[in-house]
């Protein structure tokens, strides 16, 4: 399978890979994939204006997933939770112009934001 200039600069040049201390500023979402195996785990940490300082992910799966995993938290950091929201698979999936049997990684990085936000949500009750 050949695959986008951008997906693998996205697969190669990881810059937000890791954890973040949990508290009740950082969201933490986890999702697998049952189809492939494939696991995707995402933190952000949010100040109390709302807006995304630090994001981290850990993917255990294709390159796909790695890469859709890390232009997630490129373009989730500076953005508020309202504007996250509004992230979905498409625009991961457009910009990295995965081919039709990797949009199940575009999938997982929607669904994995939206788990985050809930979790954030949920320990601010
Ligand atoms: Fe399963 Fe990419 S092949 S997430």
Redesign the pocket.
């Known amino acids: 399978m050949k695959y986008n200039k951008k997906v693998l600069k996205f697969f190669r040049k990881i810059k937000n890979s890791g954890s973040i201390k949990d508290n009740y500023l950082v969201g933490t979402g986890m999702v697998g ?1 049952p ?4 696991v ?1 785990k995402l933190q952000i940490l949010v100040n109390k204006d709302n807006i995304i300082k630090k994001a981290r992910f850990k993917t255990y ?5 790695i890469a ?1 995993s890390n232009y997630l938290t490129k373009i989730l950091i500076g953005k508020t939770i309202k504007q996250a929201k509004k992230i979905n698979n498409i625009k991961i999936l457009k910009y990295l112009k995965l081919p039709k049997i ?1 949009i ?2 575009s999938i ?1 990085a929607e669904q994995v934001l939206k788990k985050t936000i809930n979790n954030l949500f949920h320990k601010r009750k």
């Open positions: 994939s189809a492939c195996g494939d995707m799966g294709c390159g796909s997933a859709s990797k199940h990684c997982l």
